[in-house]
């Protein structure tokens, strides 16, 4: 009998860690929730504002109404089973289980599309895809000019490009991790290459070679700056100074891609006439590396583009 009392207050004293517990999160999560500015606790009779409309898609994607409700029921709960000696643990961790799903739902919505239902964008984020050219070199100085004037660069490296360049000057300069491959997701849920297509204000491509700019304009995407190019948000900008030699850049293959991408709402700056890596002379040189600075900051003043 005397084992069987203590077994049953062992039971009981688990039972309220883990109630405790499951309100400490409930907390973290409300915690999250208002750190982001995603959320704001409903006003105090009841109404809600415009933001708050109930989405076409209720199960898939809450609506703020939803948040507030599912919120408040995880609150209620912890009350209910948090009293000593009464907890339900099992009851409790159903109860959470299926709860936290929609609740975890409507919070990756609103952190991907935000309450005005279009997607977020970091007014100053800009992607810097640095393709395979000998001038890839000079993107680190972009990098730099570019984080000096406030933006907050994103480096997407591909493969060719590490040939010539190390990703780590990048990450020191742009104080941000470098995204080399595909499937460098992290710990987040979330693909990197479509967070960063959700968050861009401006895609800017340098130096961009003959590859890239064919790929762009057929829609090839094998790598993860040429999904960030495809799955772009469409508020963002997109800015492009090739480097090639100058024979491939007066191709009419290439020509023709560039022509189709102007005609999509692609800027090309540049390339500048000069000696060129290869040997020779000729149009194929990157454009000037403060002139594409200032560029991309003056694209980045404008509203972002309507669609």
Same mark, same amino acid.
């Given at each position: 009998?005397?084992?069987?009392?203590?077994?049953?207050?062992?039971?009981?004293?688990?039972?309220?860690?883990?109630?405790q517990r499951?309100?400490?999160?409930?907390?973290?999560?409300?915690?999250?929730?208002?750190?982001?500015?995603?959320?704001?606790?409903? +006003?105090?009779?009841?109404?809600?504002?415009?933001?708050?409309?109930?989405? +076409?898609?209720?199960?898939?994607?809450?609506?703020?109404?939803?948040? /507030?409700?599912?919120?408040?029921? *995880?609150?209620?709960?912890?009350?209910?089973?948090?009293?000593?000696?009464?907890?339900? +643990?099992?009851? *409790?961790?159903e109860f959470?289980?299926?709860? !936290? %799903?929609?609740?975890?739902? &409507?919070?990756?919505?609103? #952190?991907?599309?935000? *309450?005005? &239902?279009?997607?977020?964008?970091?007014?100053? %984020?800009?992607?810097?895809?640095?393709?395979?050219?000998?001038?890839?070199?000079?993107?680190?100085?972009?990098?730099?000019?570019?984080?000096? !004037? &406030?933006?907050?660069?994103?480096?997407?490296?591909?493969?060719?490009?590490?040939?010539?360049?190390?990703?780590?000057?990048?990450?020191?300069?742009?104080?941000?991790?470098?995204?080399?491959?595909?499937?460098?997701?992290?710990?987040?849920?979330?693909?990197?290459?479509?967070?960063? =297509?959700?968050?861009?204000?401006?895609?800017?491509?340098? $130096?961009?070679t003959a590859? /890239?700019?064919?790929?762009?304009?057929?829609?090839? !995407?094998?790598?993860?700056?040429?999904?960030?190019?495809?799955?772009?948000? $469409?508020?963002?900008?997109?800015?492009? =100074?090739?480097? *090639?030699?100058?024979?491939?850049?007066?191709?009419? @293959?290439?020509?023709?891609?560039?022509?189709? #991408?102007?005609?999509?709402?692609?800027?090309?700056?540049?390339?500048?006439? &000069?000696?060129?890596? %290869?040997?020779?002379?000729?149009?194929?040189?990157?454009?000037?590396?403060?002139?594409?600075? @200032?560029?991309?900051?003056?694209?980045?003043?404008?509203?972002?583009?309507?669609?």
């Amino acid at each position: 009998s005397t084992f069987n009392v203590q077994r049953s207050t062992f039971n009981v004293q688990r039972s309220t860690f883990n109630v405790q517990r499951s309100t400490f999160n409930v907390q973290r999560t409300k915690g999250l929730l208002h750190n982001e500015c995603l959320i704001q606790e409903p +006003p105090k009779d009841g109404t809600l504002t415009a933001a708050g409309a109930a989405s +076409p898609n209720a199960r898939d994607n809450p609506s703020l109404p939803e948040l /507030f409700r599912v919120y408040a029921e *995880m609150k209620t709960a912890c009350h209910r089973y948090g009293a000593p000696g009464t907890a339900r +643990p099992t009851r *409790m961790q159903e109860f959470m289980q299926g709860r !936290a %799903c929609a609740l975890r739902t &409507g919070f990756y919505r609103c #952190l991907r599309v935000g *309450m005005s &239902g279009k997607p977020m964008q970091d007014s100053k %984020c800009v992607i810097l895809g640095v393709t395979g050219s000998i001038a890839a070199h000079r993107a680190i100085d972009l990098a730099s000019t570019l984080t000096k !004037a &406030g933006s907050d660069v994103r480096v997407v490296m591909t493969a060719d490009a590490q040939k010539f360049v190390n990703p780590l000057p990048f990450k020191v300069l742009s104080r941000n991790e470098v995204i080399t491959d595909l499937y460098d997701d992290g710990d987040d849920w979330q693909p990197a290459h479509i967070k960063l =297509a959700d968050q861009a204000r401006l895609l800017l491509v340098a $130096p961009a070679t003959a590859n /890239f700019i064919a790929k762009m304009a057929v829609g090839l !995407a094998n790598d993860a700056l040429s999904c960030i190019a495809l799955a772009l948000n $469409p508020h963002a900008r997109v800015l492009v =100074a090739p480097a *090639m030699n100058g024979k491939m850049w007066l191709h009419p @293959a290439t020509q023709q891609n560039v022509a189709t #991408l102007q005609q999509r709402g692609v800027e090309f700056i540049g390339p500048e006439a &000069g000696a060129l890596a %290869c040997g020779y002379e000729g149009v194929g040189r990157l454009y000037d590396v403060n002139k594409i600075a @200032a560029r991309a900051l003056e694209l980045l003043a404008l509203p972002a583009k309507t669609v």
